[in-house]
């Protein structure tokens, strides 16, 4: 009796060890199936990264959920497929996925994959949001300001752009400049206004360079300098923007003070600015 009980007492033992060793390498499995696919999606290579995602553990995981939602999104790696894309955002957003949370946001902003509707999309935003999501935060601001999806109200387009300029968000920058500067959902204050579009104008935005020209062209919130003026407005025009481009041109067809007309060169930058309205069309 005694020795029938040890043998089956050693016997559960081994079992119960077996049992923790196959536990330990299907959780090593399992996240490394996760790093593997994680590590490909990061490359680009999107088709061996889904050979990993869709493995039974794997794609149980909110990151990767998310992951397969922007490869069908996209038509990465996968025949683009806007339903598929939602079915795994939605199961990736059920675990709190920010990311997944402001896609689903973005696929009824867009109407890709289901009827367009910017009630669901604020809503979605709203929850990505919550989570500190920069975009989502622009987003609402975008919402509310137009008035898309909810009544609009440019208090609270203040609030959620004032949000995403915190995190450094230079479209955010420019529209509340803007709202600053039309005094809509609060103060009208210029000053607000210049140093907003003039922290976005050194960081690249392209927007915030032709409104910062046109406060030193107006003398708004700063001395009147058109030198600073058509500085700003050849680096925005530089990157496209026509209303630079023509402001451009009319500086130097009549000159002002200083900067004498230039004939020849206005009409370079009056050609670039037709051509650049020419190739906005097309898109």
Not at 166 to 192: F, P
Not at 202 to 226: F, I, M
Not at 254 to 264: F, L, M, V
Request: one cysteine or more; aromatic letters at 16%.
């Amino acid at each position: 009796m005694h020795k029938n009980n040890s043998g089956r007492i050693f016997s559960n033992i081994y079992e119960i060890i077996f049992f923790l060793i196959f536990i330990l390498f299907s959780g090593l499995a399992y996240a490394n199936d996760i790093s593997k696919g994680l590590h490909y999606y990061d490359m680009g290579q999107y088709e061996k990264a889904y050979q990993y995602f869709v493995r039974l553990n794997a794609k149980d995981n909110a990151e990767v959920q998310h992951c397969l939602g922007w490869m069908y999104s996209t038509g990465s790696g996968v025949k683009q497929d806007y339903v598929k894309a939602m079915e795994w955002y939605a199961k990736s957003a059920a675990q709190g996925n920010a990311n997944a949370r402001f896609d689903i946001g973005t696929l009824y902003y867009y109407g890709e994959g289901v009827k367009q509707d910017y009630k669901k999309a604020r809503l979605w935003f709203e929850h990505a949001a919550k989570k500190d999501y920069i975009a989502a935060q622009y987003n609402l601001g975008v919402l509310y300001e137009k008035g898309k999806g909810a009544q609009q109200d440019y208090a609270k387009a203040r609030k959620y752009y004032q949000k995403a300029v915190r995190k450094g968000h230079l479209s955010a920058m420019v529209n509340l400049g803007s709202l600053y500067g039309n005094g809509l959902g609060g103060e009208q204050d210029d000053s607000k206004a210049f140093e907003l579009y003039k922290t976005a104008a050194e960081k690249g935005s392209a927007s915030a360079q032709y409104n910062l020209a046109e406060y030193y062209r107006a003398g708004l919130a700063t001395p009147r300098d058109l030198d600073k003026a058509i500085y700003w407005y050849e680096k925005s025009a530089s990157q496209g923007t026509v209303g630079a481009m023509e402001k451009l041109s009319k500086i130097y067809r009549y000159g002002y003070k200083h900067i004498p007309a230039n004939p020849a060169l206005s009409d370079e930058w009056a050609d670039k600015a037709v051509k650049a309205r020419a190739r906005e069309a097309v898109k």
